[in-house]
């Protein structure tokens, strides 16, 4: 709490005149410093109690008090398998989704993986999309010297998904029916049904592996 000054009395001016009067028998004084004290005397003195007085800080209206919108990262769907499309020329979320998923109901999966809210104008030629768990997982282009074992090695890590490999893409005779230039699809092991009435028997010769197929009828 901040106290009033008080205000203290005058002296009576005949006990001013009284004290100048013995001043001017000892000492001098001129008019001007007589009329000084005079008027000095007259007027009311302001004491001030020396009470510590609060600092009021005022808001600094400086820089205006912006908003913080704190936003929640989206989580992105989980994958098992997830591999890299380049768009090509024509291509539409649609075509892309019936190459590599064979069903175009893929297409919301896809765009939400991608965040893509609007194909029409966010799927753009030359842009990188993630295909989570694909039913294709890749289309591969034979070279010359590739072998389906090395193929099946090169896709699965494992030679023993030749039989997969083969039934998918209709090879019956590897040494025939693989050809330079021509296209495999690399399947998800999870869409391959190997009927037991048909099957492929493994044969060794001399470093050469070779796939021969077998029919087997029931009687």
């Given at each position: 709490m901040i106290e009033e000054a008080s205000e203290e009395k005058p002296e009576p001016l005949s006990?001013?005149?009284e004290a100048t009067d013995r001043r001017i028998e000892k000492q001098p004084i001129s008019v001007q410093n007589l009329k000084a004290e005079l008027e000095q005397a007259a007027s009311p003195k302001i004491v001030k109690n020396d009470v510590p007085q609060q600092q009021v800080i005022a808001p600094d209206q400086s820089e205006p008090v912006q908003d913080i919108t704190?936003?929640?990262p989206s989580i992105k769907p989980s994958a098992n398998k997830v591999i890299n499309h380049e768009v090509q020329t024509n291509e539409t979320l649609f075509s892309i989704t019936m190459r590599y998923y064979l069903n175009s109901s893929y297409q919301a999966?896809?765009?939400e993986f991608?965040?893509?809210t609007n194909p029409a104008t966010d799927l753009q030629v030359g842009m990188k999309l993630n295909l989570p768990d694909p039913l294709i997982l890749a289309f591969h282009e034979v070279k010359q010297g590739e072998t389906l074992f090395s193929i099946t090695m090169?896709?699965?890590q494992s030679g023993s998904f030749q039989e997969q490999l083969a039934i998918y893409n209709g090879i019956?005779?590897?040494?025939?029916?693989i050809k330079i230039g021509m296209t495999l699809q690399i399947p998800n092991l999870l869409i391959v049904k190997v009927d037991k009435n048909e099957t492929y028997r493994v044969l060794i010769n001399k470093g050469k592996i070779h796939l021969r197929f077998i029919a087997t009828m029931r009687r």
């Open positions: 006990e001013v005149k704190i936003e929640t999966k896809v765009a991608n965040g893509i090169n896709y699965y019956k005779d590897p040494a025939s029916d």
